[in-house]
């Protein structure tokens, strides 16, 4: 490792995480790569390629699999974290005691903390302090096609100019684009709730009811986040963006999406446990859907559709009622 070339701790790694830890050796900093299962960590330093996740795509040189938590932080500079939305509190609680005033600390982690609902940023600052500098990365992309060096955005969000713009620096190369933004908020919220909009596109898909109802509640499902992200601080240029129509789009449209491929479970009449063994993956909408009624309710804010896959999800209504039901409603300006 040279002494000038900057050290990436990458928490977490399944596609996602492993993906980006790909791109980041590829832009060359060098990068230690750890997952929570020291069996599989070592499969990874092993092969030498996720071959569970993005089979094919060898690692570089200077990517690096790390058993201990300890030797994957004691030399960093940058911290990325990219674990489930479920572990990302645990996952803060572990790498914190390695980290000093100059380690900067991003996540591609797209959800809400579970039972509170609390955005992911609040939780970095509670675990964290306010030293650290702290980002968000989003917006529509794949882990495969990231590794497989396609063409990509995203954003990267930081109240900390300097900071979002170090990030999007080391991530930025001929084939992966990395824009900078100040609305932290705007940004979780997008990439949380656009995996629930994705179970009710897979739903839509999976009854056959066509591409009008899909961009219907693409257009509509966009509109129920916009309304909750403002009302949480969010800045309504952000969800026209890569981190909220771009990732919508992609999540709702294309079956590389774990949420998409789970509505469609659903339609055929697959259970949620069903599903998720065939998808074999965290599927991260599920758990959002009921934290961000909670707080749509707590705020005031309407979000129809969000309530339907909600019921769905976790009051086993029957998806062709929820769509009913959401036809029914009475019509209205489309502005509101």
């Known amino acids: 490792m040279s002494e000038n070339t900057p050290v990436f701790a990458v928490i977490g790694a399944g596609s996602w995480g492993t993906a980006l830890a790909i791109l980041l050796a590829r832009n060359g900093t060098t990068v230690k790569l750890w997952g929570h299962l020291p069996e599989e960590v070592e ?8 071959r569970a996740f993005l089979p094919g795509t060898p690692f570089p040189d200077n990517l690096y699999p790390t058993v201990a938590l300890v030797d994957t932080l004691n030399d960093a500079d940058e911290v990325l974290v990219a674990v489930p939305s479920h572990a990302f509190g645990s996952a803060l609680q572990a790498i914190a005691p390695y980290l000093d005033s100059t380690t900067g600390v991003c ?52 109240e900390s100019a300097a900071y979002a713009e170090r990030i999007a620096g080391y991530l930025h190369s001929d084939c992966f684009r990395a824009y900078t933004s100040p609305d932290v908020i705007g940004l979780e919220i997008g990439g949380a709730a656009k995996n629930v909009m994705a179970i009710g596109a897979g739903i839509s898909d999976g009854l056959h009811f066509g591409a009008n109802a899909r961009a219907a509640l693409i257009t509509r499902g966009l509109n129920e986040i916009m309304r909750l992200g403002l009302a949480l601080g969010g800045k309504a240029e952000t969800f026209m963006g890569l981190g909220g129509m771009g990732d ?25 446990d069903q599903a998720k063994q065939e998808i074999g993956q965290e599927v991260e909408g599920i758990m959002a859907t009921q934290e961000i009624c909670t707080k749509a309710r707590a705020l005031g804010v309407e979000m129809p559709i969000t309530e339907q896959i909600q019921r769905v999800l976790y009051q086993g209504l029957d998806p062709r009622s929820a769509v009913q039901t959401l036809l029914e409603r009475d019509p209205r300006p489309e502005t509101g």
């Open 248 to 272: 919508l789009v992609l999540t709702c449209t294309d079956d590389q999406s774990r949420n998409r491929r789970m509505g469609l479970a659903l339609a055929r009449g697959a259970t949620i």
């Open 107 to 158: 996540w591609a982690t797209k959800g809400l903390e579970p039972q509170t609902g609390r955005l992911l940023h609040e939780v970095a600052e509670e675990l964290l302090g306010p030293i650290p500098p702290l980002a968000v990365i989003s917006g529509p992309s794949f882990a495969k096609e990231v590794a497989a060096g396609l063409p990509t955005a995203i954003t990267v969000a930081s």
């Open 43 to 50: 499969i990874l330093a092993r092969d030498r390629e996720n």
